[in-house]
């Protein structure tokens, strides 16, 4: 008789169980999905997207900034860009700089499959193309500065959807 009940109990106990982790553990999966999601958005190795945006400006520790006017297309997208920047240092716009621009996905260890040709365009405006965002996930572009005796690197973060 004792035993009967105590089976009766454990099974009782069991019912309640498997309610309660269907339940539970359908609200923890769910809640866990999105946090690992915003963990993935935000802590890309340490890598904070930016928000895209004509005119968006960035300072290397140097003190050269890059300031992107443009980008064709507009907005970013999961393709092959070019891209109109303005290089600047405190006193204005930086003519005859040697530029280098690389696209890289920290996440995945890879660049872009055709590297960016730079061209001035203006004084102190350049041009790179193709920036080739071709994948879904978080994008660092770096501009590498050269401006007479001072060299630099500003880096920009895009996360790129469909
Ligand atoms: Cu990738």
Redo the contacts with the bound molecule.
């Keep these: 008789m004792r035993r009967w009940a105590a089976a009766a109990l454990f099974s009782l106990a069991l019912w309640g169980c498997d309610d309660d982790s269907s339940e539970g553990g359908g609200g923890a999966g769910g809640a866990g999905g999105h946090g690992h999601l915003a963990d993935g958005g935000g802590g890309s190795g340490g890598v904070q997207a930016d928000a895209w945006q004509p005119g968006l400006m960035k300072m290397g520790a140097q003190g050269l900034m890059v300031r992107l006017d443009t980008s064709d297309p507009d907005p970013l997208t999961r393709t092959q860009h070019t891209w109109a920047f303005t290089v600047m240092d405190g006193q204005g716009p930086q003519a005859g700089c040697a530029v280098t621009v690389t696209p890289f996905?920290p996440?995945?260890g890879?660049g872009a499959n055709t590297p960016p040709t730079v061209s001035e365009v203006g004084d102190g405006a350049y041009q790179a193309s193709p920036i080739d965002l071709?994948?879904?996930?978080l994008w660092t572009v770096s501009f590498a500065l050269t401006c007479g005796d001072v060299t630099d690197e500003v880096q920009f973060a895009f996360w790129i959807e469909d």
């Design positions: 996905m996440d995945h890879h071709f994948m879904r996930g």
